[in-house]
Each structure stands twice: as C-alpha cells, then as structure tokens.
C-alpha cells in the first residue's frame, strides 16, 4: 500500500468512524516530560525558544528533566534526518541513558552535520534491543519521519498563536471585559486569528466565552511559519494537510491548518505502529530552554510501548519575518509615553521568542541617531515602543521629522524590519476648518474640524466655557493634519469659549479661542417634487423640528446634515396615498411643528415629478465562456458578467423620450456606475414611448462589481428615483461530473473557481445541500448523485435563485469504487437572506455542512503509482465521499 493510500485510508476512516475522529482531534492537554535545549552558533548561545531554525555545525544540548523518583527508564536519542528519499547513516544517531548519572547531568551534546535537514527528539522506554529498534524504523520509513518533524513544527508554531490569544482574552475578562470589543481585532490581526465578529456585538460578560469557542479552528493560513516548515515532499501528500483545513469534521465545525497538521502526524504514526513500539507526539511548548512537552494521549508501559516523539527547528537558511506597516503613510508621535507602531504580517513575531533585542532606531540628520527598547504584544496590535529617552535627544538635534526603523534579531541572524515616520515638533498653528468659524450653536452637540501641521500628537482636548469650567472632548483624527471634535454645548451659554489641546511632551496646553452663537430658530424653505418619497427642508436649528404638513401631506423627520450655511432636513412621508395627489405648485406655504409644540410657516415649491419609466423585458446574451461554465442561469434577472444585457424601458413621466434622456445603470452600493445615451450607443430609440437600452457589466463597471444592480432614467439633468434591473453574477468553470455506481459514495464535480458556488444539491428545495465554505481554493467537490439527470446550484453572487448544471454525468468503472461507509446525516443547510447583498461586498457564509469522507482502492488494487490524493473541502454530501479529486496543476 502506497504512502497516499494509507493517508487517504485513515482520513476516510477518521471521518466515517466517530470514535476514530475524535481520537485523531485529541487535544494536547495531557502534560508530559520536560527538556532542556540550548543552541550554540558562532560562539553564542541561546535557550531554544529564540531558535527559530538551525544550520550546520550548531552544536545542540539536549537532556530530560525527569523526576527524581521516575521508574521507567528513558533512552533520549537525537536523531537527524535528510528528506524524505535519504535514510540517515547510523552515525546521525545519539543515544543517552537517562537514568545513569552522565546522562541525567550532562545530556547530549551534538553538532548539527553536514546534510541534516531535520531533527526528531525521541524517549522510549528501555526494552530488548531498543535502541538499534527505533533506528531501523527511522531508517526503514525516512519520508514518515520526516514529515512528522515538519507537522509536529508547524503544530507547535500554530500551537503559539493560539496560546497566546486564548491567554489574552483570559486576562482581559478577568480585568476589563468591555475591553475586548477594542482589543480583539487587534489580537485577530496580529496573530491571524479567526474572531467571530457576532461575539463582539454580545454584552460584555458573554464576549470571552464567544471569543474562546472552537479555539483549535481558529488558526488562519500562515505564509511565514508554512515556510519554516515548509514540505520537501511533493505531490498528493502534501496536499493532505491544507485539504483537510477545509473539511468540515462532524459537528466540530473546520479544521484549522493546526488541527490539519495534527490529524496527518495521527495518520502517519498510526501507519507504522509496530509490536513493540507505539509513537507518541509531543507538542512544545518553548520557554527560554525548556521544552515542555503535551501529548495528546497518555503513554503505556507496556507492549507496545510508547515512545514520545518531539522536533527541534528545521536546518534551513533563516526565514525572516515579513513583518510590515499597517499603515505605511502614517506619521507617529515621538514623544507619546507609550508608542504603539501598527505591524502585521508575521503572527510567529507576536507568539514566540524569535524576535529578540528589538530596538526602533530614530535616525536624524548628520547621522545622528538614538536606540529606543522596542517589543511586539499582540494585544495592542503592534511594536511598543519606549520613548522615555527621546526626552534628551530632543537637544541633541534629532530634528523635528525623523525616520524610524524597527530592527534586532531573529534566533541568531540580524534583522532589520519596517521604517516609520515620526514627528518630534510641537509648534503647530492650530486653526479652525474654513466656514466653521460661526458654525457653532448652543444647546446641542455640535462638530468642528481642527487642523495643524500634524495632528499625531495630541493627548487629550478639554472645552472651557465662559465660568471657567472645563468638559472633555471626543475628539478622532480624520487625516494626518485634520482632527474632528464633537463639542459638548448641550448646556453651554452663548459667548466666548476656549479649546484646550494638550500634546505629548508639552509643558502646558494651547488654547484656540471660539465663538458660540444661540440658535437663530431660522426655515428656508422647503422643497418636494409630486410623487417622491422625501423632500428637504432648509433653514437653521433643524434638530428641533418634529414633524411637517404639505396640502394634506404630513413629513417627519429622517436625517439631518449641517454646514456653513445651514442644516439640510430631509423628511418623509407617512402617507404616499395621499402623497401622490398632490399638484405640482412653485408657491405653497408649509406648517411646521417643532418639538416644543410650536406651530411655524415657511415657503415651499411642489416641483414637477422626477422622470420615470417602467421595465418592460429583459434579454442576456451570454459569452463564449458563460456558456462553457455548464450552469443554466434561472431566467433573465441573473446576468454574467461577461454577458451582454438588453433591457427595454416604457416611459411614464415625462409620457415621451427625447434626445435629452439618459439611462443610469450603477450597483445597489454606488461604487460603479455607467451612463448610457442615445450618443454612446448605449441607448435606442424604439420609438417616442420606448427606449432599447444594453450594457455589458465587465466592461462598465470592471470585474470588482458583482450583485444587484439598478437603474434610473434622467431628462435634462433631473434624475429619477433608482428601479432594481438584474444582478450580476460570476460563473465558476465546471469541467465534468464523475459518479461511482453506488450512491452510497458521492459525485466528483471538478472545475475552477468553485469558490464562487454557494451550494449544490439534487432538488430545487435544496434538501441535503453541499454548502462550499469561505475561501475554497479546491478544484473539486463532492457532491449529491443526479436526480432525474439535474443538479441544481446556488451562486454565491446570488444565493436567492436556484440555477440548473448542464453537465453529464459519468459513470466511474467498477474499479473506481472505494470502501463504502455508512452516509453522514447531512446539517441543516443555512437560511438565504430575505433579499440580495449590495453588489461588490462580501456574501455572507452559510453554515457549515458535515463532510464528506475520502477513501484509497483497496491495496490489493493500488497501481504502481502513488494514487491521488483524496478531496477535501467544506461540503457536505448526503453520503461519505470516496474520489480522487485533481488539485490543479
């Protein structure tokens, strides 16, 4: 049997057999032995908890810290391997005796040689011929072994992330709950860290548990420890692990790459248990020199007996971190007592001790520079950085803009990180926004804008009214030289008041004087074209306004706007019965109720009524490649992207189209719009009552735009109210639709951009779906056999509408059938939302689905070749899936 075929058989079993499943998802909470290892390069030594790898000729110490009272007796060997195809000369092998006295005091003391490319840590039990044992299984199965040390690192770096997030939102419950709604996003971002954004809208005392729920899937994808770690196997294999971060495992929710990682060291330590030994994996956890060690089941002393396996750091070159700025264009304040510099990139420079003498370097002109003490903590989302020192350099002529530069070490190789620009210069010229200088009126919150030079160093800003008393401002940096201020002028008098900013490193506040004004109580005008919903009432002290009555009409309130000249007021109508007969008039006297219960006049126009036309037909032309996704839309009111839309239009008001009309198509949300005229091409003239409009929405609005998209009419510059037309969709690529004979196993649906189906099921009702999770990066899918010849599809782009597969289905030879396996009891699938998301915004993910199982031909079966490697995705299929599935080139 094949490597591929055993790993395939004990994924499929894991999944199929609840008990099997569950004990591959053991969790490492069971303590073990513990080591201590240091690693000597170039004449340093360091704990090995800051080595993020090793290179040749390091000299490793190793020895166990076992109780003195500890009754079985433990061989500690140290063992290097060179890939999967080398087997490694006997001489790589170090053994020492844990219970004699050399040993217990001294360990093992090896250099790294020449050709080592991983290094396994192993205690077993002493029994007959133990030793020469595990060196032969070693050398017998390399590529096992080494795969073991490269998923056992990845687990331990994964492991850290997660260790240290679960201990963050522990500490911040128990010291602040109301603080994890700030601080979680941060943690998410600096550890790359799934956070569930529902348990931040809970109460306080409910966010912690929320947020520490399915803790071991919330791990994320990480570029920078995969390639610490990264495979020198290729092919089926290693495609196992990332494959099963995408399969939904039971009720347990998504594999995480952690958990991934864990199942495959199970499946391969499963594969070659021997009478003698049982293979045990321990978990790291790194502290200076110690390694203290979690296993995710307790060991036995008898036959077989186990042997408690653990890695030490790849031989690689050094994989620095690919640390960078949030924000690369902010400027940050030099003289903020505790500066937070924003970074992202590299979750291992936040969860272990790799990154070490951290320093910012602030670098002047001359060549003049200062090191500042600098350490990462995930919980403020980035560097914090000591500034207790930049008080001197000040003097010493650092200037007032100097660049800062986050440098150190990572293990033992130098690294020098990010730059970020810094301001140390505190004499700004604040000054009121234009127009806002006599916008200020009491007896409500009111907002102003303050600008200077840079704004990043302000500290706190207090309001100081006429008696002298002094309130706090909420105050929010809108751009790197512009602050917004919500004045507190609730209670505040009319006269002369002054703002207090307080900057970081100044001796005393600057003060802005201001002027308030009392409200002058002043109506405009009010404006409402016959047959609209809304109409804007113009004037000053808006806020106070309660309701308004037109010709029988009554208006409330909806949103209200300020400026210089005024408050806008736009009001709605409660009753669009007797709305839509009222007659244009240009003079009309309006009442007007204020919330006191005063009754006021003010002058109105009833302007003509907006242009308008009805929808009549619509018509999609699809491209070359729509028709090759093999999806049969449902209909007119879905449109490919790459599909040519003609739709025709019946006008109502004005009664007649002329030369002047134009048709707006924009998405629900506004980010794209296009214009079409009789000029452009886009519109035609049926005749003087009929307009023949097209567009193609890649090329109108490029490929970023997705989902419901609207149109109006407009005649001479005056717009109409915006009408639903169609939703855009992008089309995944299906290639063909492979089905074993028994429908005890599911389909095989292959193609490209399946990311872009929201779920696949036998019916139109949709019962036992396949719902396609976030992000599925796979090729192939399991999914339900045909029923009557259909398969029917959800898109992502528009979940409300069920759509038809024109794909044939195959039916596999006999030789294709796997093991069968009882089916999976399908969850139920999520509801649709009652109407379509705005285009170009990401859909909402449905809930996850059970999974479906992978299964290898028998060994009596197994070609000569490796076989593929099973498909694992998030889908959920009415019965356990056992096909090869192709991962792409």
């Known amino acids: 049997m094949t490597m591929a075929s055993r790993l395939s058989f004990f994924l499929a079993?894991?999944?199929?057999?609840?008990?099997?499943?569950?004990?591959?998802?053991a969790r490492f909470d069971l303590a073990g032995p513990t080591l201590e290892a240091t690693v000597t390069h170039d004449h340093q030594t360091l704990g090995i908890a800051q080595v993020p790898n090793l290179a040749v000729g390091d000299r490793i110490k190793i020895k166990a810290d076992l109780p003195r009272d500890q009754s079985v007796h433990y061989l500690l060997i140290v063992a290097f391997l060179s890939g999967s195809t080398n087997p490694p000369p006997r001489r790589w092998f170090t053994v020492c005796d844990t219970w004699k006295r050399r040993c217990a005091h001294r360990g093992i003391d090896v250099a790294v040689p020449h050709g080592a490319q991983q290094v396994?840590?192993?205690?077993?039990?002493?029994?007959?011929?133990?030793?020469?044992?595990?060196?032969?299984?070693?050398?017998?199965?390399?590529?096992?072994?080494?795969?073991?040390?490269?998923?056992?690192?990845?687990?331990?770096?994964?492991?850290?992330?997660?260790?240290?997030?679960?201990?963050?939102?522990?500490?911040?419950?128990?010291?602040?709950?109301?603080?994890?709604?700030?601080?979680?996003?941060?943690?998410?971002?600096?550890?790359?860290?799934?956070?569930?954004?529902?348990?931040?809208?809970?109460?306080?005392?409910?966010?912690?548990?929320?947020?520490?729920?399915?803790?071991?899937?919330?791990?994320?994808?990480?570029?920078?420890?995969?390639s610490i770690v990264e495979a020198l196997t290729s092919g089926p294999e290693s495609d196992l692990a990332m494959q099963a971060s995408y399969t939904p495992s039971l009720r347990f929710g998504y594999y995480s790459p952690y958990v991934a990682s864990v199942l495959d060291i199970a499946r391969i330590f499963d594969s070659f248990r021997t009478a003698q030994y049982d293979y045990i994996p321990a978990l790291a956890t790194l502290q200076g020199d110690r390694m203290e060690l979690s296993l995710n089941r307790p060991p036995t002393f008898t036959e077989p007996k186990s042997v408690l396996v653990t890695a030490l750091p790849a031989v690689e070159p050094a994989q620095l971190p690919p640390l960078h700025a949030v924000d690369p264009k902010g400027i940050y304040c030099a003289r903020k007592h505790s500066l937070v510099l924003p970074v992202e990139g590299a979750p291992l420079v936040f969860s272990t001790a790799y990154a070490r003498a951290m320093t910012l370097r602030l670098e002047g002109p001359g060549g003049k520079h200062i090191e500042l003490p600098a350490h990462a903590d995930a919980v403020k989302g980035g560097f914090v950085v000591d500034t207790a020192a930049i008080g001197t350099a000040a003097s010493g002529g650092l200037g007032d803009q100097i660049k800062g530069v986050l440098h150190g070490h990572w293990g033992f190789s130098a690294y020098e990180g990010p730059s970020f620009q810094l301001i140390n210069d505190q004499r700004y010229d604040w000054r009121l926004a234009d127009g806002e200088a006599n916008a200020l009126i009491v007896g409500r919150e009111d907002t102003i804008h303050l600008r200077a030079s840079s704004v990043s160093c302000i500290d706190t800003v207090m309001l100081r009214d006429p008696d002298g008393k002094e309130l706090k401002v909420d105050w929010k940096a809108k751009k790197p030289d512009e602050v917004e201020l919500k004045l507190p002028l609730q209670k505040a008098k009319p006269g002369t008041l002054t703002l207090l900013v307080r900057e970081y490193g100044a001796k005393a506040p600057r003060s802005v004087p201001l002027q308030a004004f009392a409200a002058a109580g002043r109506l405009d005008g009010f404006t409402y074209h016959a047959g609209d919903a809304v109409g804007t009432l113009r004037g000053s002290r808006l806020d106070e306004v309660s309701g308004l009555e037109l010709a029988g009409v009554r208006f409330v309130p909806q949103t209200l706007s300020t400026g210089p000249h005024g408050d806008d007021l736009t009001m709605t109508v409660t009753n669009a019965g007797a709305a839509g007969a009222v007659q244009p008039e240009r003079k009309v006297l309006a009442t007007v109720q204020l919330k006191d219960g005063r009754a006021l006049t003010v002058s109105s126009a009833v302007l003509a009524p907006r242009p308008h036309a009805l929808l009549i037909a619509r018509s999609v032309h699809a491209s070359k490649a729509d028709r090759e996704s093999r999806i049969r839309l449902d209909g007119d009111a879905q449109v490919p992207q790459d599909a040519r839309l003609v739709f025709s239009i019946r006008a109502v008001a004005p009664v007649r189209f002329d030369r002047h009309t134009t048709v707006d198509v924009a998405t629900v949300d506004g980010s794209e719009a296009t214009t079409l005229t009789l000029d452009n091409g886009g519109l035609t003239l049926e005749n003087a009552?009929?307009?023949?409009?097209?567009?193609?929405?890649?090329?109108?609005?490029?490929?970023?735009?997705?989902?419901?998209?609207?149109?109006?009419?407009?005649?001479?510059?005056?717009?109409?109210?915006?009408?639903?037309?169609?939703?855009?969709?992008?089309?995944?690529?299906?290639?063909?639709?492979?089905?074993?004979?028994?429908?005890?196993?599911?389909?095989?649906?292959?193609?490209?951009?399946?990311?872009?189906?929201?779920?696949?099921?036998?019916?139109?009702?949709?019962?036992?779906?396949?719902?396609?999770?976030?992000?599925?990066p796979g090729e192939a899918l399991p999914v339900p056999h045909t029923r009557g010849g259909s398969l029917y599809v959800k898109l992502r782009d528009d979940p409300s509408a069920v759509d038809r597969l024109t794909l044939v289905e195959q039916r596999l030879p006999a030789r294709h059938r796997a093991m069968s396996h009882p089916a999976i009891p399908p969850q139920p699938a999520a509801p649709q939302p009652a109407a379509p998301q705005p285009a170009a915004s990401t859909p909402s993910a449905p809930a996850p689905a059970a999974a479906a199982a992978s299964t290898s031909a028998p060994a009596s079966a197994a070609p000569a070749s490796p076989a593929p490697a099973p498909a694992a995705t998030g889908a959920a299929a009415p019965a356990s899936a056992a096909l090869p599935v192709s991962h792409g080139p």
């Open 13 to 25: 079993a894991s999944i199929a057999c609840g008990a099997a499943a569950h004990a591959s998802r």
């Open 120 to 226: 396994l840590v192993f205690l077993a039990p002493q029994t007959g011929g133990d030793f020469k044992t595990l060196v032969g299984a070693v050398r017998g199965r390399p590529g096992a072994f080494v795969r073991t040390a490269q998923d056992l690192n990845q687990a331990m770096l994964d492991r850290s992330r997660l260790d240290v997030y679960l201990a963050a939102v522990r500490r911040l419950n128990d010291a602040d709950p109301s603080q994890l709604r700030k601080t979680a996003p941060l943690l998410a971002r600096s550890l790359a860290i799934v956070v569930d954004p529902k348990c931040l809208q809970l109460m306080p005392d409910l966010q912690a548990p929320c947020l520490l729920a399915r803790r071991e899937s919330m791990i994320l994808e990480d570029g920078h420890s995969t």
């Open 689 to 776: 009552h009929v307009a023949i409009a097209e567009f193609r929405a890649s090329k109108a609005f490029g490929r970023a735009a997705f989902g419901p998209v609207q149109f109006r009419i407009a005649v001479d510059g005056v717009a109409g109210a915006w009408q639903p037309l169609a939703t855009v969709v992008r089309l995944p690529t299906l290639r063909d639709l492979q089905c074993p004979r028994t429908r005890k196993i599911a389909c095989k649906l292959s193609g490209s951009r399946l990311f872009l189906i929201d779920s696949i099921a036998a019916d139109r009702e949709f019962r036992d779906a396949v719902t396609v999770p976030d992000g599925f």
